[in-house]
């Protein structure tokens, strides 16, 4: 079976520079490859990935994308002298070649076809490929922005012939338009195109017309290019998640693919000189971890762009560390998506709503004028004084906040008496049990008779073990089989909040019976997925209808992406306990799906109770939780029924004026607030706070001097 993640490495792809004077490549340095490497070695990712070594890519490789003469182009450059180097790069529009460039291209896309060799033929489950020259812009017949041969374009025409893929996924997170790839899979139905990207109507880098929303494929592979153009700078965290939920991540799951190639560039992180976005390195992690969910989490990493050295290190090691499957670190920031943000959005979701069953019912506001609203101020502000070392004091003080411990043990399991699963590595049965005595002191509103029963009592105990294990992060997550789903959720809720835990998260699916009481002294959400629903609902209480017909293919995710992950995401826990019911509506699949994706969040820490008679579903979800390879297949999907989504909606327009992560279209209830709040939150907290630390250093500076 599948497992380990590769890396590919070579520090000769770092034998090109620029030779002469030219202000738009001169950020294309070498030392992108070597710092990214060295701060993988400092975290110790590198000796924790399978090393893969490159190999120069053949003719018939490079051909399989671009023309017999732009293969001659770049051979000839190898025996070129400054002048006539510089004069061929000038041909083409932002690129440049060197004697060692046509020797790095073979490599970098070696490299790249290497990994998707090792991944494809199961010797490893993912990796990634840290090479340069990068390769979406380049095109055909010619190199374009900074990019020789088109690796990730080359790497699925590729996988295409020689494993026979008919489905693969490319997701191009870098800042700039891989405009190439479109290029080359315009008419392709097989190969599912997304990109973002800095467009400011048209006025950034590469100014192209076939950038923005409408551009969604030719013939046979119309629906299948999707663009989602930026039109301020200043994106953030929750700008690129709620793209993800409301955009990529349910097409690709109705697409389900069978590769994942990922064009991972970070000039689209903070700090970036070219980007100018403010999405911080972690939010790589949980761009990654999503994408880990298709394909059987096969997914194939290939660096693009990053040109702020210290942020492009920094992501590049997020995704690295996610790959190896280590618990996620929160993302920070506020979770309310600009309004500029929410106006692409819904205008790309609107421009594919015909070929996309997902789709099907998706309302269409009234299209905005594009340049009228929003955020206006915010793109001027970051127009002046780019300042890459106020971006590294920022990333510094940012990276020590962040949790990396991993706790000793993943997972922790309460089994009943006699019950024997086939348990993962790295499963701990727990065979310790908490006193009588204590107990009862921790489940004072829990009716005497209750604990009476002895297979209760053996439940409780051990789950207060496992709770408390989970509390001081003993272990990441844990699986609870149990006699009574609702007496042991009301004990562990009742437990968690009286626990330091800030913001707990509930889940239950299917019927639970009533919930014992439980006193209000700690914040929680509690969101109930189940068939039938009482009258009433308020914003901690969430209540979803949802019902999948057994023995078909699920729609489930489709709640998951339009409402269970956003409100997640908004919401932040710091603890989630899932809990599952009698009468549910939805399959074992479909929790293992939810399970994969909210470990994502709050560190990972997630207490899951089901109950004792459903061992086939608690064998799937340790599996989950345990993170074992290979246990990721979900597809293929279907679309959700107008029942399933109307009933979704009513609730959708109630609560999305609170969880601003649901929204999906740019008419927001009140752009004014929003505009606001998004000013305080990207230029006050991540401006001020590196600058009042950046003048500090700068005096400190002058001072020695
Ligand atoms: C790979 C990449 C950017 C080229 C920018 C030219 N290229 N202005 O990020
Ligand atoms: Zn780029």
């Not at 294309?28 to 399978?50: F, G, N």
């Not at 840290?130 to 690796?151: L, T």
């Not at 923005?212 to 153009?229: A, H, M």
């Not at 305080?680 to 250093?697: D, F, L």
Request: net charge negative.
């Amino acid at each position: 079976m599948a497992c380990g993640t590769a890396l590919v490495y070579d520090e000769e792809m770092m034998s090109y520079k620029l030779l002469w004077d030219d202000p738009e490549c001169s950020i294309e340095v070498p030392e992108r490859l070597s710092s990214s490497y060295k701060r993988l070695q400092d975290y110790d990712l590198v000796k924790r990935c399978i090393q893969l070594p490159v190999r120069e890519a053949t003719d018939e490789e490079i051909t399989l994308v671009h023309s017999h003469d732009y293969l001659q182009v770049v051979k000839s450059t190898q025996t070129m002298n400054e002048k006539e180097l510089k004069e061929i790069s000038q041909k083409y529009t932002a690129v440049f070649y060197h004697q060692n460039s046509f020797r790095c291209a073979k490599l970098s896309l070696g490299g790249t076809l290497q990994l998707v060799d090792a991944i494809l033929t199961r010797e490893v489950q993912n990796g990634m490929a840290i090479v340069r020259p990068p390769g979406h812009h380049s095109q055909r017949n010619q190199g374009n922005g900074f990019c020789v041969f088109n690796n990730v374009a080359i790497a699925a025409e590729y996988a295409k012939k020689k494993y026979k893929l008919e489905r693969i996924l490319i997701v191009d997170w870098d800042v700039h338009h891989g405009q190439g790839i479109q290029y080359i899979f315009e008419e392709d139905p097989s190969v599912l195109y997304f990109s973002w990207h800095r467009y400011e109507h048209k006025t950034f880098w590469p100014y192209l017309r076939e950038s923005d929303y409408d551009v969604i494929g030719r013939g046979k592979g119309t629906g299948f290019n999707i663009n989602l153009p930026w039109n301020k700078v200043g994106m953030g965290n929750a700008d690129y998640i709620a793209a993800f939920f409301h955009v990529l991540l349910p097409l690709a799951f109705e697409f389900n693919p069978e590769l994942v190639l990922v064009s991972a560039g970070y000039d689209s992180a903070i700090g970036d000189p070219e980007g100018r976005m403010c999405a911080t390195p972690e939010c790589f992690s949980h761009l990654t971890n999503m994408l880990m969910n298709l394909a059987g989490g096969k997914l194939c990493a290939v660096l693009e762009g990053g040109y702020n050295l210290r942020s492009l290190a920094e992501s590049v090691c997020m995704t690295v560390r996610t790959l190896l499957g280590d618990p996620l670190p929160r993302l920070t920031g506020e979770m309310t998506p600009c309004h500029s943000a929410l106006e692409s959005i819904q205008n790309v979701r609107a421009a594919h709503t015909p070929y996309w069953k997902c789709l099907l019912y998706n309302e269409i506001k009234s299209a905005h004028d594009p340049s009228s609203e929003g955020d206006s101020q915010h793109s001027s502000d970051q127009q002046q004084n780019f300042d890459t070392a106020m971006f590294d004091i920022f990333l510094d003080s940012h990276m020590k906040k962040i949790e990396f411990a991993v706790p000793p043990l993943r997972t922790c399991a309460v089994l009943p008496e006699g019950c024997c699963l086939a348990l993962p590595d790295g499963v701990l049965v727990e065979e310790k049990t908490a006193t009588r005595e204590h107990i009862i002191a921790c489940s004072s509103s829990l009716p005497n008779e209750l604990l009476e029963k002895e297979t209760m009592l053996a439940t409780l105990g051990k789950m207060l073990v496992i709770l408390n294990k989970l509390l001081e992060y003993q272990t990441m997550n844990s699986i609870v089989l149990s006699p009574d789903s609702s007496v042991c959720a009301t004990f562990a809720i009742k437990h968690v909040l009286a626990s330091p835990v800030k913001r707990l998260l509930c889940i239950n699916i299917g019927d639970l019976g009533i919930l014992h009481e439980f006193d209000n002294d700690g914040e929680y959400v509690c969101l109930n997925i189940c068939g039938t629903y009482p009258t009433g609902m308020s914003n901690r209480q969430i209540y979803l209808k949802w019902t999948e017909s057994p023995n078909e293919y699920s729609s489930f995710f489709y709640i998951i992406f339009c409402c269970i992950l956003p409100l997640a995401y908004n919401y932040q826990p710091d603890f989630i306990i899932i809990t599952t019911g009698s009468n549910r509506t939805i399959g074992d699949k479909d929790i293992s799906l939810l399970i994969s994706l909210l470990q994502g969040l709050a560190n990972g820490r997630i207490l899951t109770i089901i109950p004792e008679t459903e061992p086939k579903l608690g064998q799937k979800l340790v599996k989950c939780l345990s993170d074992s390879p290979g246990e990721k297949h979900f597809g293929p999907h279907r679309a959700p029924s107008l029942e399933n989504i109307q009933n979704l909606k009513e609730k959708l327009d109630i609560i999305e004026k609170e969880w601003k992560m649901l929204q999906c279209s740019g008419a927001v209830n009140d752009p004014q607030e929003l505009r606001t709040k998004r000013l305080k939150n990207r230029n006050m907290i991540v401006m001020e706070q590196a600058k009042a630390q950046g003048q500090t250093v700068v005096g400190q500076r002058g001072r020695r001097i």
